[in-house]
């Protein structure tokens, strides 16, 4: 793990967040990290609204080392609060989920989503402007027709380049609870949304249309049990999808077996240890994400205190479980009282799915790398991201004599936490948003 100790630390936030992190208002606070499937742009979301586009910078002869930053290419606002006055309730306008699709030309495509409604972006450069209307003077207003005697070609003049964001299509109307996932699917003609307790399949092209493929809610809702935490279709084959629940079981499904996918495939659960049973452990076993891994052959979860790693051959148990801050196991008490053992933090693959990342409190990040077992704990803050510093790694004291370089569990802080992290396709590029902040950090280059 000598190489993830050793990222060069770049803060970005988004326009209009104020940088004192402690004067940052709620709608600056970041709600999803993204790459696009190059690496070239990084998209994050947050709860007022807004998608900010990072874009990589091209590598220079004399700046080599400045390959690795991420400028402000485009901003623009997504989604706007609304109120259903039907319910008598109010719709934040807070991004949930960003993902990207493939370019398939000069233009980038994604989709955000917020509790209700999913919009499909486009993304697009232009330089030019076009000219000498015939009908239409050069302010753009109407000319009139009887003073022209000439007929003109426009021509394309050039222009200071701009970027566009314009939404392509709007999937509303759909979900009655929030949601919570939105996925693509590998035919890159459909995608899935997933609120609490159903999933709908779309098709890009109908926006007044979805189906319905699962759902779990019971004909009497004081029968309910769980509910839908995450869901992801399956990176190469376009019938299969999981998703996960409260209860901390994950169902596999195949769109071949029938309409609706009310009968899982597979079924993922592990068996619970009765003596580590107590008022916590249905809360703590909640599933908050789930990702296939690149290769398609794994599957990842994230709970409150672990990582998981599953093979689709094994249904009874996972083959690696990681914990991320056990040290904690001691105080859930007092996170249930300030509503932290309620937050949902993300997991990621690294590009080869050797490596796995997730996010803690106190501004903590961890990596454990599934090769060699080995894990790291690295704290993404302003005060030890100085430009080209290399990140040390911290430790956690649970009890006894506290060593210099360590930080005792009671000292923690959980108002800072690292929900949303993201890893570059192909490079050990990594964006980890904490807060309001957003730092990206490369793999130090020799």
């Given at each position: 793990m ?10 970005f ?59 402000v ?115 890159y ?48 084959h ?9 209860k ?11 309409a ?11 068996p ?9 452990s ?36 996972p ?6 801050h ?64 290399i ?15 360590e ?21 050990n ?9 957003l ?8």
């Amino acid at each position: 793990m000598k190489c993830f100790s050793r990222y060069l630390p770049y803060i970005f936030r988004p326009p209009n967040t104020i940088l004192s992190s402690s004067c940052h208002t709620e709608a600056d606070i970041i709600s999803t990290v993204e790459f696009n499937h190059t690496g070239e742009l990084l998209a994050t979301g947050d709860k007022g609204g807004r998608v900010v586009i990072f874009q990589r910078e091209q590598e220079s002869k004399n700046q080599v080392h400045r390959r690795g930053e991420y400028n402000v290419y485009s901003t623009f606002q997504s989604h706007e609060p609304e109120f259903d006055y039907l319910k008598s309730l109010e719709i934040e306008e807070k991004i949930n989920k960003i993902r990207w699709l493939p370019q398939q030309n000069a233009a980038y495509f994604l989709l955000s989503t917020n509790d209700k409604t999913v919009k499909l972006w486009k993304v697009s450069e232009r330089d030019k402007r076009p000219e000498g209307y015939n009908l239409k003077d050069e302010e753009g207003r109407l000319r009139d027709p009887a003073t022209i005697t000439t007929l003109r070609v426009p021509v394309l003049r050039p222009m200071d380049l701009m970027v566009e964001a314009t939404p392509r299509r709007v999937f509303a109307n759909a979900h009655t609870y929030h949601i919570n996932s939105i996925s693509v699917n590998s035919d890159y003609e459909t995608y899935m949304s997933a609120d609490d307790l159903r999933i709908n399949l779309w098709n890009f092209e109908i926006t007044n249309q979805s189906f319905n493929i699962v759902d779990i809610k019971p004909a009497n809702m004081e029968e309910l049990t769980e509910v839908i935490t995450a869901a992801e279709f399956h990176p190469h084959h376009c019938n299969s999808f999981v998703y996960s629940s409260s209860k901390g079981t994950i169902r596999l499904c195949d769109m071949r077996a029938s309409a609706l996918c009310d009968r899982h495939s597979k079924f993922f659960e592990e068996p619970e240890d009765p003596s580590n049973r107590s008022f916590f452990s249905e809360i703590i076993s909640s599933i908050s994400d789930v990702k296939f891994s690149h290769s398609g052959r794994y599957i990842m979860t994230r709970d409150y205190l672990t990582v998981k790693v599953w093979d689709l051959n094994m249904e009874n148990r996972p083959i690696e479980t990681y914990q991320v801050h056990d040290y904690l196991r001691s105080k859930l008490c007092s996170l249930y009282e300030n509503d932290c053992i309620f937050d949902k933090f993300e997991c990621v693959w690294n590009g080869s799915d050797s490596v796995i990342m997730t996010g803690s409190y106190n501004n903590f990040f961890r990596m454990f790398d599934r090769n060699t077992k080995r894990d790291v704990t690295l704290e993404a803050s302003r005060e030890n991201s100085k430009p080209r510093a290399i990140l040390k790694p911290r430790k956690v004291c649970v009890g006894g004599k506290r060593r210099k370089d360590e930080i005792s569990v009671d000292s923690l802080d959980f108002s800072k936490k690292i929900l949303h992290t993201a890893w570059h396709p192909s490079e050990n590029i990594i964006a980890v948003a904490a807060t309001n902040n957003l730092y990206i950090f490369q793999d130090k280059v020799n």
